[in-house]
């Protein structure tokens, strides 16, 4: 049985940090690409960062770049997201998927497993 845990999501202010830890179960984790999305109220489920089943490599969207980090642990079935600098419009549902295809996507419907999420909310 797959599953996909999302954890360490809060309420931090403005320019403060968050990590986000997705464990992971039931699948091949070192050979899948994970992707980090989002979903906003009122808005689509965004894509945030990827990558690669070795870690080798790594996408973000522009509105993260240079703030966020993924980065995994293929000991630990283990996928993360560091989030630096946090702004308001971050404010969403994170969650995390993975994709047993081994090529890049950023779109959520070629994504094959789905955690719950986690909320963060930044506040001004």
């Known amino acids: 049985q797959v599953q996909l845990v999302e954890s360490g999501g809060g309420l931090v202010q403005a320019g403060n940090s968050l990590r986000l830890s997705c464990a992971a179960s039931g699948f091949t984790f070192s050979s899948s690409f994970m992707g980090w999305f989002r979903q906003a109220p009122g808005k689509d489920r965004e894509f945030v960062a990827l990558?690669?089943?070795?870690?080798?490599?790594?996408y973000y969207t522009d509105s993260v770049k240079g703030r966020f980090t993924i980065s995994r642990d293929n000991a630990k079935n283990t996928v993360y997201v560091q989030m630096n600098s946090l702004k308001p419009e971050d404010t969403a549902v994170y969650y995390c998927a993975a994709r047993t295809n081994p090529y890049a996507t950023i779109r959520a419907n070629d994504y094959n497993y789905w955690g719950q999420g986690t909320q963060v909310t930044v506040s001004s």
């Open positions: 990558i690669s089943g070795s870690g080798a490599h790594t």
